[in-house]
């Protein structure tokens, strides 16, 4: 391997932003300079290559680092570099800086007041330098250089697309320390400049002098982009679109963001059915004591409290979906009757209902039925609130701060007087029926949104919307029918939407809708648990006073956890196979130790003589890491003739603690695949590049063939 | 072992009950000797051990004051899903070629036209229309010349090889890439020329061609003019064409006017319209016999 670097500035965004995130991968060290001008990746006024590395402004200090994978005595660097203006002194406006692993300066590279380039040691003192002017500003220029600290050599060439003319420098005798190269800066601008100025990089690409190709000057290289623009029939990974329903949302994501409608009667429940019901996609969870309200008509400030459907945090609430009702508006009959432990994946679309039916209320996610039904039939508080949707809006205060979900919503209806859902169901994969001819309940439906074009109230109320602190209507461009790569083919990295390969375990919910008869069994992983009035051995559970009280025991036997020998019997070991959870009224669900589909073998069976049961006879859900997806990128530019490299850049991260790597390949176009080191993967996304040198088919070359019917992988591989 | 001579009991190990009550009750007794086989001298055994199985010493009480099983188990970090929010391919380019040298003329037929062809290293490639007789220059994408080299007609088809890898190519006129990823360029001029010092108006100047017939879903065509004899050009006037809509019209409205020299009117697009079929200008004050039309149509 001889090319160890290239970066063309295109993928990181612009402006301070996209510098910061240039900290996610080889970049050690990035100048956002906040109030002092612009940075980052940018482009000249005079015009870019493509997106430039930039210090532009009047007034700041600052450089980039960037840590070589290894250090090498012997470097080649080329890039494109230009000027707004020559600095108004020397050793002000510095190219490149050498440095070694502890960071100290092995020789810099100057572009001086008149235009000379230079090579200067750390105090400033010449080591050589071109014989004339050879930067003009406001010119983009062709730097290549060759960087031997074993050898004590330098050689620069300016503009010399073809690598055949005479070099600008060619020095011989240095001494540039005893350390090789490990660390390079890049646009260091040491002195505060006034006046206009500003420097840009574009097209870096380094290299060493080991294997047999690109280990000299190469002439004029370009590091171009190209975005994966194509699916394969190669696809294991899945897409986590924007796009849910149609091609609009009600983007939330701003601070306090939320929506509102005035108080009125028809948002009155009393005591009758309703359904409450939309898509929601969390960009984050709610932190601290806070919730994040989905939907409610609730006013705390002025007591003014009737119906409230949100998710608290985990100090909140452990992080439970929540559904709360006042009688009177007040807190002195407040109820909670849902509240059920819910830790949603980010950036993922959940349907979420709350349904009253008969008296009983039901909370479904994505169709299905979590926890038992709740009795209910108190009437709701028909008070002054107004309408809150994605966070708290109360009369004087509006949106309340540390309610609000940041996140999106699509297909939001209220329906009032009707429960839509009694049962599990297949959630909507179209819009929700306008019009009565459509829908039967269509009278009933107090608020529905799609959020197709506008944040609007599509029901026959047709009432105001008032979208708060930046909430807005946001239009898709991803989507199935676009295709699986505009998750990822991004030229401004957004780590709201990606592709994914799980691993999940399989899990069952365990029922009991009463208490257990002595000598009832529950059998999960390979052991049945007794249950027992009185305990006499192992894997007995004792029979408690109350329903959740032997749940709770059977739990902690199967966890092997608190009570051993009062509450399950001596000898009980824990599940081998398995881990219980607590769930509320009557419920609990255990887990596979083993990741994957070998869960979905464990067998969960019982004998209960007064009701309930497993969900299912065995263990599902359990998901392997699939296989990997191929993708197709974008053309490269026509007047390509020469590849010397290709450096295939993924951003990625991971859901959650525990291993987790991603190996990137590049396929030749007959299929021939050169896989790369695996990458293991933090919660914090970050860029991971590997270099290609040959075509994967032929070992020789690449060619724009090889680009143009080859096509990038990306594996898990744990 | 079969050239084992000799072998020594080293060691004889006798495993004792540590407890005698109750006695032990030994249920198995194994006796295990190495030995060469064969005609051996001697045998000599190194280890003799004397496995006993017996019971444990008795205990009046048993107590357990802590028993765990470790079980290796994933749990939560089993929910681990891995997330990639972007993938790209970062190339490192070059274009042209390296000592691009001049090499044999060639000669193809196509549409009845026979073109000699002469490439010319940097000064490019360029194609004689033995019917026509006129000159036009070929051209790549990234190359001085036509990234087509050593061209023959093998029967009806016109085969040739890159520049720089060994890829051999087929001219297939009705490709609007080359190299499959390359958008064909095609410039086309013509001109009016004229002695007259009288302004001569353009009202319009209309193209007639597939336009229809397009690389990607849309693309422009441009039209530029010099009235200096091709020493400038004014900035070029588009208009966007569409994949499919055959009956497009490309007509460029209030062109301005010329006198002496005339006017060349450069037609320009990237991977459009694979044949022109004529262009058309509508012109004021213009008199034939003052004038002669040069290329296009007047």
Same mark, same amino acid.
């Given at each position: 391997?001889?090319?160890?670097?290239?970066?063309?500035?295109?993928?990181?965004?612009?402006?301070?932003?996209?510098?910061?995130?240039?900290?996610?991968?080889?970049?050690?060290?990035?100048?956002?300079?906040?109030?002092?001008?612009?940075?980052?990746?940018?482009?000249?006024?005079?015009?870019?290559?493509?997106?430039?590395?930039?210090?532009?402004?009047?007034?700041?200090?600052?450089?980039?680092?960037?840590?070589?994978?290894?250090?090498?005595?012997?470097?080649?660097?080329? $890039?494109?570099?230009?000027? +707004?203006?020559?600095?108004?002194?020397?050793?002000?406006?510095?190219?490149?800086?050498?440095?070694?692993?502890?960071?100290?300066?092995?020789?810099?590279?100057?572009?001086?007041?008149?235009?000379?380039?230079?090579?200067?040691?750390?105090?400033?003192?010449?080591?050589?330098?071109?014989?004339?002017?050879?930067?003009?500003?406001?010119?983009?220029?062709?730097?290549?250089?060759?960087?031997?600290?074993?050898?004590?050599?330098?050689?620069?060439?300016?503009?010399?697309?073809?690598?055949?003319?005479?070099?600008?420098?060619?020095?011989?005798?240095?001494?540039?320390?005893?350390?090789?190269?490990?660390?390079?800066?890049?646009?260091?601008?040491?002195?505060?400049?006034?006046?206009?100025?500003?420097?840009?990089?574009?097209?870096?690409?380094?290299?060493?002098?080991?294997?047999?190709?690109?280990?000299?000057?190469?002439?004029?290289?370009?590091?171009?982009?190209?975005?994966?623009?194509?699916?394969?029939?190669?696809?294991?990974?899945?897409?986590?679109?924007?796009?849910?329903?149609?091609?609009?949302?009600?983007?939330?994501?701003?601070?306090? +963001? $939320?929506?509102?409608?005035?108080?009125?009667?028809?948002?009155?429940?009393?005591?009758?059915?309703?359904?409450?019901?939309?898509?929601?996609?969390?960009?984050?969870?709610?932190?601290?004591?806070?919730?994040?309200?989905?939907?409610?008509?609730?006013?705390?400030?002025?007591?003014?409290?009737?119906?409230?459907?949100?998710?608290?945090?985990?100090?909140?609430?452990?992080?439970?979906? $929540?559904?709360?009702?006042?009688?009177?508006?007040?807190?002195?009959?407040?109820?909670?009757?849902?509240?059920?432990?819910?830790?949603?994946?980010?950036?993922?679309?959940?349907?979420?209902?709350?349904?009253?039916?008969?008296?009983?209320?039901?909370?479904?996610?994505?169709?299905?039925?979590?926890?038992?039904?709740?009795?209910?039939?108190?009437?709701?508080?028909?008070?002054?609130?107004?309408?809150?949707?994605?966070?708290?809006?109360?009369?004087?205060?509006?949106?309340?701060?540390?309610?609000?979900?940041?996140?999106?919503?699509?297909?939001?209806?209220?329906?009032?007087?009707? +429960?839509?859902?009694?049962?599990?169901?297949?959630?909507?994969?179209?819009?929700?029926?306008?019009?009565?001819?459509?829908?039967?309940?269509?009278?009933?439906?107090?608020?529905?949104?799609?959020?197709?074009?506008?944040?609007?109230?599509?029901?026959?109320?047709?009432?105001?919307?008032?979208?708060?602190?930046?909430?807005?209507?946001?239009?898709?461009?991803?989507?199935?029918?676009?295709?699986?790569?505009?998750?990822?083919?991004?030229?401004?990295?957004?780590?709201?939407?990606?592709?994914?390969?799980?691993?999940?375990?399989?899990?069952?919910?365990?029922?009991?809708?009463?208490?257990?008869?002595?000598?009832?069994?529950?059998?999960?992983?390979?052991?049945?648990?007794?249950?027992?009035?009185?305990?006499?051995?192992?894997?007995?559970?004792?029979?408690?006073?109350?329903?959740?009280?032997?749940?709770?025991?059977?739990?902690?036997?199967?966890?092997?956890?608190?009570?051993?020998?009062?509450?399950?019997?001596?000898?009980?070991?824990?599940?081998?196979?398995?881990?219980?959870?607590?769930?509320?009224?009557?419920?609990?669900?255990?887990?596979?130790?083993?990741?994957?589909?070998?869960?979905?073998?464990?067998?969960?069976?019982?004998?209960?003589?007064?009701?309930?049961?497993?969900?299912?006879?065995?263990?599902?859900?359990?998901?392997?890491?699939?296989?990997?997806?191929?993708?197709?990128?974008?053309?490269?530019?026509?007047?390509?003739?020469?590849?010397?490299?290709?450096?295939?850049?993924?951003?990625?991260?991971?859901?959650?603690?525990?291993?987790?790597?991603?190996?990137?390949?590049?396929?030749?176009?007959?299929?021939?695949?050169?896989?790369?080191?695996?990458?293991?993967?933090?919660?914090?996304?970050?860029?991971?590049?590997?270099?290609?040198?040959?075509?994967?088919?032929?070992?020789?070359?690449?060619?724009?063939?090889?680009?143009?019917?080859?096509?990038?992988?990306?594996?898990?591989?744990? | 072992?079969?050239?084992?001579?000799?072998?020594?009991?080293?060691?004889?190990?006798?495993?004792?009950? /540590?407890?005698?009550?109750?006695?032990?009750?030994?249920?198995?007794?194994?006796?295990?000797?190495?030995?060469?086989?064969?005609?051996?001298?001697?045998?000599?055994?190194?280890?003799?051990?004397?496995?006993?199985?017996?019971?444990?010493?008795?205990?009046?009480?048993?107590?357990?004051? /802590?028993?765990?099983?470790?079980?290796?188990?994933?749990?939560?970090?089993?929910?681990?899903?891995?997330?990639?929010?972007?993938?790209?391919?970062?190339?490192?380019?070059?274009?042209?070629?390296?000592?691009?040298?001049?090499?044999?003329?060639?000669?193809?037929?196509?549409?009845?036209?026979?073109?000699?062809?002469?490439?010319?290293?940097?000064?490019?490639?360029?194609?004689?229309?033995?019917?026509?007789?006129?000159?036009? /220059?070929?051209?790549?994408?990234?190359?001085?010349?036509?990234?087509?080299?050593?061209?023959?007609?093998?029967?009806?088809?016109?085969?040739?090889?890159?520049?720089?890898?060994?890829?051999?190519?087929?001219?297939?006129?009705?490709?609007?890439?080359?190299?499959?990823?390359?958008?064909?360029?095609?410039?086309?001029?013509?001109?009016?020329?004229?002695?007259?010092?009288?302004?001569?108006?353009?009202?319009?100047?209309?193209?007639?061609?597939?336009?229809?017939?397009?690389?990607?879903?849309?693309?422009?065509?441009?039209?530029?003019?010099?009235?200096?004899?091709?020493?400038?050009?004014?900035?070029?006037?588009?208009?966007?064409?569409?994949?499919?809509?055959?009956?497009?019209?490309?007509?460029?409205?209030?062109?301005?006017?010329?006198?002496?020299?005339?006017?060349?009117?450069?037609?320009?697009?990237?991977?459009?319209?694979?044949?022109?079929?004529?262009?058309?200008?509508?012109?004021?004050?213009?008199?034939?016999?003052?004038?002669?039309?040069?290329?296009?149509?007047?």
């Amino acid at each position: 391997m001889t090319a160890l670097f290239m970066d063309g500035f295109d993928h990181y965004g612009t402006g301070d932003a996209g510098a910061a995130t240039m900290l996610n991968g080889a970049w050690a060290q990035v100048q956002t300079h906040g109030g002092f001008g612009p940075a980052g990746p940018g482009a000249p006024a005079w015009g870019a290559r493509t997106g430039a590395l930039a210090l532009a402004g009047t007034s700041f200090q600052g450089s980039y680092r960037y840590v070589l994978p290894a250090p090498r005595s012997h470097i080649f660097l080329s $890039c494109g570099f230009a000027v +707004a203006g020559l600095p108004t002194a020397n050793f002000m406006n510095q190219i490149c800086s050498f440095r070694d692993l502890n960071n100290v300066v092995m020789a810099n590279l100057w572009v001086q007041s008149t235009g000379v380039i230079t090579l200067a040691d750390i105090n400033n003192n010449v080591l050589s330098q071109t014989q004339g002017p050879v930067v003009v500003s406001d010119n983009w220029h062709f730097i290549e250089m060759e960087f031997d600290q074993g050898a004590g050599a330098f050689v620069l060439r300016i503009d010399d697309a073809q690598a055949a003319n005479t070099p600008a420098i060619n020095a011989a005798g240095l001494h540039f320390g005893a350390n090789p190269v490990a660390q390079l800066t890049v646009l260091d601008l040491t002195v505060q400049q006034f006046g206009p100025t500003g420097t840009w990089m574009d097209d870096l690409f380094i290299r060493d002098s080991n294997g047999t190709v690109n280990n000299g000057f190469l002439g004029d290289r370009r590091i171009a982009t190209l975005l994966a623009d194509a699916d394969t029939a190669t696809a294991g990974w899945t897409p986590r679109f924007y796009q849910k329903i149609g091609g609009g949302l009600l983007n939330c994501t701003a601070p306090n +963001a $939320c929506v509102s409608a005035a108080t009125s009667a028809s948002l009155n429940v009393g005591s009758g059915d309703f359904t409450i019901e939309s898509f929601v996609r969390f960009q984050s969870l709610p932190g601290g004591a806070n919730k994040a309200v989905i939907f409610g008509k609730w006013d705390e400030t002025v007591n003014q409290r009737s119906y409230q459907f949100f998710l608290g945090s985990q100090a909140l609430n452990s992080g439970s979906l $929540c559904f709360q009702t006042s009688t009177d508006g007040s807190p002195s009959t407040v109820a909670q009757p849902i509240v059920y432990p819910f830790a949603p994946e980010l950036d993922r679309w959940y349907h979420m209902a709350v349904v009253r039916t008969a008296g009983e209320l039901l909370l479904f996610v994505d169709g299905q039925q979590l926890g038992l039904p709740i009795a209910d039939g108190r009437t709701y508080f028909a008070g002054a609130a107004p309408m809150g949707l994605a966070g708290q809006v109360e009369t004087v205060a509006g949106a309340v701060a540390n309610t609000t979900l940041a996140g999106w919503f699509d297909e939001t209806r209220f329906t009032v007087g009707f +429960a839509r859902y009694t049962a599990n169901f297949t959630p909507t994969a179209v819009p929700f029926p306008r019009g009565a001819a459509a829908d039967p309940q269509w009278a009933d439906v107090a608020l529905l949104c799609g959020y197709e074009s506008l944040v609007q109230d599509e029901s026959g109320f047709t009432r105001a919307l008032t979208a708060l602190h930046g909430a807005a209507q946001q239009t898709v461009n991803d989507g199935a029918a676009v295709g699986t790569w505009s998750t990822i083919g991004k030229a401004v990295p957004d780590d709201n939407t990606f592709v994914e390969a799980p691993l999940l375990p399989a899990s069952n919910i365990l029922t009991l809708a009463a208490q257990p008869a002595a000598n009832d069994t529950v059998t999960v992983g390979g052991t049945a648990y007794t249950f027992k009035a009185a305990l006499a051995g192992a894997n007995q559970v004792l029979i408690d006073a109350t329903l959740q009280q032997t749940l709770q025991n059977l739990f902690n036997a199967i966890n092997a956890g608190p009570g051993v020998g009062t509450k399950y019997g001596t000898g009980t070991t824990a599940n081998a196979n398995v881990t219980a959870e607590q769930l509320p009224a009557g419920q609990m669900e255990v887990t596979a130790n083993v990741a994957g589909t070998a869960g979905n073998a464990i067998a969960s069976t019982t004998s209960l003589t007064n009701g309930g049961g497993w969900a299912t006879a065995t263990l599902t859900g359990g998901v392997d890491i699939p296989g990997p997806s191929d993708f197709k990128v974008q053309r490269p530019p026509p007047l390509t003739t020469i590849i010397s490299a290709v450096q295939i850049n993924q951003r990625a991260f991971k859901s959650d603690a525990g291993l987790c790597s991603v190996q990137s390949a590049l396929v030749g176009p007959l299929g021939t695949v050169a896989t790369a080191t695996a990458h293991p993967l933090t919660v914090s996304p970050s860029y991971h590049g590997d270099i290609f040198e040959q075509d994967p088919d032929t070992a020789a070359s690449i060619t724009p063939a090889t680009l143009i019917n080859g096509r990038i992988r990306l594996s898990r591989t744990v | 072992m079969a050239s084992a001579l000799f072998s020594f009991a080293s060691q004889f190990a006798v495993l004792d009950a /540590q407890a005698t009550r109750p006695p032990p009750r030994v249920t198995q007794l194994a006796v295990m000797a190495a030995c060469a086989p064969g005609d051996a001298a001697e045998s000599r055994v190194s280890q003799l051990p004397v496995l006993a199985a017996y019971a444990p010493p008795s205990s009046q009480q048993s107590r357990v004051s /802590q028993e765990q099983l470790l079980v290796a188990r994933s749990g939560g970090e089993a929910n681990v899903t891995a997330e990639v929010s972007q993938a790209m391919m970062l190339i490192a380019y070059g274009t042209g070629v390296p000592n691009p040298s001049r090499s044999d003329s060639w000669t193809f037929v196509m549409d009845g036209h026979r073109f000699w062809v002469l490439p010319l290293g940097p000064e490019g490639d360029w194609a004689y229309d033995t019917i026509t007789k006129q000159w036009c /220059q070929l051209f790549t994408q990234g190359f001085d010349g036509l990234n087509f080299a050593h061209g023959v007609m093998w029967k009806q088809r016109i085969v040739g090889s890159d520049l720089l890898y060994p890829v051999l190519y087929e001219m297939a006129a009705s490709n609007p890439d080359d190299d499959d990823f390359r958008p064909v360029m095609h410039v086309v001029t013509g001109g009016i020329a004229t002695r007259s010092q009288n302004k001569i108006g353009v009202s319009n100047f209309r193209l007639t061609a597939t336009a229809g017939v397009l690389r990607d879903a849309s693309t422009d065509v441009n039209l530029t003019f010099s009235d200096d004899n091709g020493n400038t050009f004014s900035p070029a006037f588009t208009i966007p064409v569409t994949q499919g809509a055959f009956d497009q019209q490309l007509v460029w409205n209030a062109l301005g006017s010329f006198s002496a020299p005339g006017r060349i009117f450069k037609i320009s697009d990237a991977g459009g319209m694979l044949s022109i079929y004529g262009a058309d200008a509508a012109l004021n004050n213009y008199d034939d016999d003052d004038n002669e039309a040069a290329g296009g149509h007047a």
